[in-house]
């Protein structure tokens, strides 16, 4: 019987080559030579006596046996990453490093929210993805790859994952003051879409909301301009001549483009639950659990 001394360093040479799908960005990842990973994750498929990779002239992928060890293997790593947490924190406070990841609408919020947590806890490094879909996001949640995150709770499968409820975003038309001069505030749909219109492009979910709103008054969506940045959106507005749906958190931290207004927009006014969400059960990442206790208080509009 072949004796197993599996050890944490092969666990993480495989979960990087399953992320890097490629052997020699792997060992460059992991601080290490190609031939030493390559011969770590050999031992690894002896000790276990399944091949794990199939291997070519290049790296083809993994195995069903190794698609399955991947998912066990990101999981004892985020268990052991979690007791070393622990046990650190017990003696000096948290330590290490925070991976969070946010949806875009979002940004502006969570910097408010990581502020108070680096400040609370100083020992600890934040890494913020602010590129995410919601179900990205949960997905990389799953695998290990975030300790927490920033989503849209609106009809996500979330099994397995702990909630905590932040606030409810909601979106303004926000216009250069000459486009709006006399406007009321709110302003109607039909009014706000007879503007120059610049908006998130089709697919993309604030863009999609907007879609779906201004159907319920029977109006189609029409913008001159699209972009996938709401940066973008607001750069056009500050030239004065375009009008942009965005959500209000944008101006949590900054301010509105000079020159231009923000306005509510009648009802159906469009709104969304923002939720924090991290791994449920135990053992949880501390530091995400300490980011929910930090986040609590964040929870007004």
Known sequence: MVERVMQFRQLE???????????ARAASACYVSQPALSEAIRKLEHE????LVLRGSNFEGLTPEGERLVLWARRILADRDALEHEVTALRSGLTGELRLGVVPG???????????????????RVRIESSLRSTEILDRIRRFELDAGVVYDDGLQTEGLELTRLYEERYVLVAGEGLLRDAPDPIDWSEALSLPMCLL??????????????????LAVSPRLEADSVATLLALVGTGRWAAIVARTWFATVPAPAGARVVELQAPRLGSPVALVRT?????SLLARALAQTAAPLDQP
Request: hydrophobic share 50%; aromatic share 8%; net charge negative.
């Open 280 to 284: 449920a059960g135990e053992p949880a």
């Open 13 to 23: 040479y495989f979960v990087a080559l399953a992320r890097e799908r490629h052997f």
């Open 48 to 51: 276990l006596g399944v091949p």
């Open 106 to 124: 979002a940004a502006t919020r969570v910097a408010l929210m990581a502020d108070a947590f680096c400040a609370e806890h100083p020992l600890v």
């Open 201 to 218: 492009l089709k697919g993309m979910r604030d863009r999609d909301r907007i879609d779906e709103a201004a159907a319920e008054h029977g």
